[in-house]
């Protein structure tokens, strides 16, 4: 499933009043059957400390929000999602170029971003098994291409966020943002049939930078239960819509006649079948510590405003997580569990995994992450689990630091 080798490097250099701050890693991957080595820079930066603020110039990881198992407000940092799950939290997480300004009033604190170059999270290649959309056995040829990288003016975005630290028993983070969605939506080229070409089609990669709005808030009561929310409203996000109904689309997966009828009903257009519509995204959870085991239950629901039918993916799409963590062996051994369903598609994800800290600085780990679900439409709007089922696998890890 996957095998690599990774070796990370961190440097830091302090002054009198700052840092300079540097990670990479260099991953050999030993099973593509050839060598394959790459150097990722995750972090470079530098930090400069004032009296009462922080600045920081470079690449930078940025997070933000409380999910667990889920993406709502923490949009600002890349991740390399081209091996999926086989990766660790740690190393999936990439660093965005920006410049990071924040003012501290007391506990509370105001953060400016400011982003010249967007920077998109790395998706799987189409012959890659954890390619994201589920493969159609369609007689008309069809492929994926990345983002265009004609960067203007247009593409720079800003955010900013106010943190409120209470002395009592809640945290509250406002948010506004003009940046881009990283869940990408895939314009469609159409090259219809004509006497010196056969018909094809190809899938676009498409962001769009947009007004964006969100908080999240956390609440302790009873002194060992945490209410969770935290919402984000995306102005204009891009959605993809076809003309045809799904079952024609399902009925042209059969032969190349009707396929190529099919196609004829698609026209070669500018807006690639992309709309932009309202979209939020919102998620409620609890988290609480019993009998020495800390347990996060969240649930999640996304929706489009002004919806149509024509749109691919679903007016509401909801999930929940569960994520439970318990220490061991006088906190040597570490067990955590995190599962999500997804409730219209019936699919679902469960991990589990055990670290064993053998000695300072040597851990090693083993767990297994499995997929399931009911079979479902390839064109199905939304990503599902149920098409890794092939893919689960048992996984370990030993890590020495020095």
Do not use: C
């Amino acid at each position: 499933m996957a095998g690599r080798n990774r070796l990370r490097f961190q440097f830091n250099q302090n002054f009198t009043s700052g840092n300079i701050i540097g990670e990479a890693d260099l991953v050999h991957n030993y099973l593509s059957g050839e060598l394959d080595t790459e150097l990722l820079v995750r972090e470079i930066y530098f930090e400069k400390y004032y009296d009462n603020s922080d600045l920081r110039i470079g690449r930078q990881l940025i997070n933000w929000g409380r999910t667990t198992g889920g993406f709502v407000t923490d949009i600002i940092s890349p991740t390399d999602l081209r091996e999926f799950l086989t990766l660790s939290p740690e190393d999936f997480r990439l660093g965005v170029t920006a410049i990071d300004f924040r003012r501290y009033f007391s506990a509370n604190s105001l953060q400016f971003i400011f982003s010249p170059i967007p920077e998109y999270d790395r998706i799987p290649d189409q012959e890659s098994r954890w390619f994201p959309l589920q493969p159609a056995p369609s007689p008309v040829p069809y492929s994926v291409i990345g983002p265009e990288r004609d960067f203007t003016i247009t593409y720079v975005q800003a955010a900013t966020r106010f943190s409120w630290r209470s002395r009592s028993s809640f945290d509250l983070d406002a948010m506004l943002l003009y940046w881009h969605h990283p869940i990408p939506a895939f314009a469609l080229e159409i090259t219809p049939l004509n006497f010196q070409t056969l018909p094809s089609v190809a899938l676009r990669e498409s962001y769009r930078n947009s007004p964006i709005g969100g908080f999240s808030f956390e609440y302790l009561f009873d002194g060992n239960w945490k209410f969770q929310t935290e919402s984000l409203f995306v102005y204009e996000r891009l959605f993809t819509f076809l003309p045809v109904s799904v079952n024609r689309l399902e009925d042209a997966l059969e032969d190349l006649p009707t396929a190529i009828q099919v196609l004829q009903e698609f026209e070669v257009r500018d807006d690639g079948y992309l709309l932009k519509k309202p979209w939020l995204h919102s998620m409620i959870g609890v988290e609480t510590d019993q009998l020495g085991t800390n347990f996060s239950l969240q649930f999640y629901l996304e929706k489009i405003f002004n919806y149509e039918e024509r749109i691919l993916p679903q007016e509401y799409f909801p999930y929940a997580t569960l994520f439970a963590a318990r220490p061991f062996l006088r906190d040597r051994l570490q067990v955590t569990a995190l599962s999500r369903y997804n409730f219209y598609a019936k699919d679902f994800w469960f991990q589990l995994q055990g670290t064993y800290e053998i000695s300072d600085g040597f851990e090693a780990t083993v767990g297994t992450n499995l997929f399931g679900g009911e079979a479902i439409t390839p064109f199905y709007g939304h990503f599902t689990f149920n098409q890794f089922r092939e893919n689960s696998f048992i996984f370990s890890r030993i890590a020495v630091y020095f």
